[in-house]
Structure formats: C-alpha cells, structure tokens
C-alpha cells in the first residue's frame, strides 16, 4: 500500500490537502508499527527533497503510538533530508515540529547512537523560534548523556 497509493501521493505536486488528511487517518487509524517503519523506509528511499505534506506524514508515522522501532540510519536518514529543506527554507516550520517530535519520543535512540550533536546542528540551521525550544530539549538530552 506505501509504495502503489502513499509514496504516489506525497511525491505528486498536485496534491492536495485532503489527501493529506486521508493518509492521516489511515497512517494513525490503520497503519501498525511495522507497516508505518515501511512507509519511513520508502520515503527515505525516494531521496526527493521533503515538501511539507511529506514532513507531515513522517510526523505521523513517528508521533503514533505504538512508536516505530527506530535506528540510527533512519534516524540519519530523516536528519539528512530535514537538514535539506532547513537549508531551503530556514523557517520551515514543519522540519522544527519533526526534530521535536524525535526528541521528545525517540530519546533512547539519540543517546545511544550519540545523535544528539547532529540534531543540535540541524537545530541551528534554523531560524524558526521553535528551535529556541527544540536546542533546550537537546541541551537536556545532552546533559543525560554525559551521566
């Protein structure tokens, strides 16, 4: 279903909100832990840059719980194409809210991948004011690392 319906959709200029708000339903409704990993993993495969419906739905497919069973090379994989649309737009609003989102519920896979300094640089790539919040969050995690 990710690649014939999902990956079509995100990837099509002409989409529109209410597909959107479809995907939403079904990612958060629908989709298990495992079917969201594989929709992660299609994305990250496609190597476009991000828009911001895409940004979205990689929100819900990581804010959803169940939470996906994360690693370090996605994890990369998001912070690599975040870091490509920050660069675009640096008061991408929807980049903040993922980074957020990652280090609110995917701590234990920043830490023990030490993926905190490549959030932090990402982070200041930015000039949206969440990232005043998200650079707290990190200096937190940072803190917790060191113990």
């Known amino acids: 279903m990710a690649q014939g319906l999902i990956i079509p959709i995100l990837f099509d200029t002409a989409t ?8 939403e339903k ?22 476009q840059e991000w828009n911001d419906y895409i940004i979205q739905v990689i929100g819900f497919v990581l804010d959803t719980e169940p939470f996906v069973a994360l690693d370090g090379i996605r994890v990369r994989g998001v912070l690599s194409s975040v870091t ?15 980074l957020i989102t990652l280090s609110k519920k995917y701590q234990a896979i920043l830490l023990g991948d030490h993926l905190i300094d490549s959030m932090e640089q990402v982070a200041k790539l930015s000039k949206h004011m969440m ?17």
């Open 16 to 23: 529109e909100r209410m597909h959107i708000d479809m995907l």
């Open 131 to 147: 990232s005043k919040s998200l650079l707290s969050q990190l200096n937190q995690l940072k803190k917790q690392e060191k113990k």
């Open 84 to 98: 490509q649309t920050i660069q675009t737009n640096p008061k991408d609003k929807g980049s903040v809210r993922l």
């Open 26 to 47: 079904l990612i958060t409704k629908t989709f298990g832990p495992i079917e969201r990993l594989y929709l992660l993993d299609c994305i990250l495969a496609h190597h």
